[in-house]
Nanobody, 124 residues
Framework: VQLQASGGGSVQAGGSLRLSCAAS????????MGWFRQAPGKEREFVAA?????????RYANSVKGRFTISRDNAKNAVQLLMNNLKPEDTAVYYC?????????????????WGQGTQVTVSS
């Protein structure tokens, strides 16, 4: 089982990035998915989650609500995080994670599988 996060990079404030999380060895539509981030010197924090299955139900951290969108691409067995209007405080390593559960999960200890992380740097 492997999750591969990609799409990070360096952008100026107000810019956009699209992160992608692709999987091998598991079918992502059968898992709840989440994105977390960790800034230097800080703990890893919840960013966004999408419920297992086809409902499309999502949840977001207050700090990204209205700017970030999590979605599934089942044809590619992937989950994406579209990040608009990026701010310098969004700078972090972003991780995708999968959980074998029906609900929403906001702490990293609840997730079963993790990607390796992709760096997002936003300059002012």
């Amino acid at each position: 089982v492997q999750l591969q996060a990609s799409g990070g990079g360096s952008v100026q404030a107000g810019g956009s990035l699209r992160l992608s999380c692709a999987a091998s060895g598991l079918t992502l539509s059968s898992y709840g998915m989440g994105w977390f981030r960790q800034a230097p010197g800080k703990e890893r924090e919840f960013v966004a989650a999408i419920r297992r299955g086809s409902s499309g139900d999502t949840r977001y951290a207050n700090s990204v609500k209205g700017r970030f969108t999590i979605s599934r691409d089942n044809a590619k067995n992937a989950v994406q995080l579209l990040m608009n209007n990026l701010k310098p405080e969004d700078t972090a390593v972003y991780y995708c994670a999968a959980v074998n559960g029906l609900g929403f999960y906001y702490t990293d200890s609840e997730y079963n599988y993790w990607g390796q992380g992709t760096q997002v740097t936003v300059s002012s």
